[in-house]
């Protein structure tokens, strides 16, 4: 996979200081110096990309606490005929993705993959294991500015329809061999694809971790 480069993992080790240090800091000439230090991950950011620094602050300000991890759940739901669901992610163009996004406070992981499905595609799905845990940077993902894990999920077809929201424009099923060159590659990749279909012929594979 693709290593990230070392400014963006310092800016994010540099930002994580400083929101860790804003959450417990009682000093108001420390709290002057985390202040400090976001500031600088925010000049690191947008120095090296596109996005304005006032767009970086907001961010990092709006994400209060003791820094962790972010957490995405992915969807990998499979019919009868062993094709696997996506959708048109509309904020990514139109390409294409396994249902998901992040973790909502007080639902658990599962029940927000199984939600994602219904609300970005129409279907509805069943649980059959969690077959990877991923941290995203690790994976091939497009740099970002925080630190994410990610849950895979393989899922059975349990009913529904085919259904569009604000989030997504299409759904679509596909067999391994015909599956859509235009994916959403921050959301979903294409090992990550092959790895789901493998759990799905053989269930009994052990989770993946990195």
Request: hydrophobic content about 45%; overall charge negative; charged content about 25%.
């Amino acid at each position: 996979m693709t290593a990230e480069p070392d400014w963006l993992i310092w800016a994010r080790e540099i930002q994580a200081t400083a929101q860790t240090g804003l959450a417990f800091c009682k000093d108001p000439y420390d709290i002057e110096r985390y202040h400090a230090l976001r500031a600088l991950a925010v000049r690191i950011l947008a120095a090296r990309t596109a996005a304005p620094a006032e767009r970086i602050e907001a961010l990092f300000a709006s994400d209060p606490g003791y820094a962790t991890p972010k957490v995405d759940v992915r969807a990998a739901v499979f019919d009868k005929a062993g094709r696997i669901l996506l959708v048109r992610e509309v904020q990514d163009g139109g390409r294409w993705t396994m249902p998901g996004g992040w973790v909502d406070v007080n639902q658990t992981p599962a029940e927000c993959a199984l939600r994602e499905v219904t609300e970005e595609s129409g279907y509805v799905a069943r649980i059959v294991k969690l077959a990877a845990v991923w941290d995203r940077a690790r994976q091939g993902h497009p740099p970002g500015p925080f630190s994410i894990v990610k849950l895979m999920f393989v899922c059975a077809l349990a009913g529904g329809s085919p259904a569009t929201s604000l989030e997504t424009c299409g759904t679509g099923w596909f067999a391994e061999d015909a599956l859509p060159d235009d994916l959403s590659r921050g959301r979903t990749l294409p090992h990550q694809l092959a790895r789901m279909f493998a759990h799905w012929r053989q269930p009994e594979l052990p989770t993946a971790f990195e």
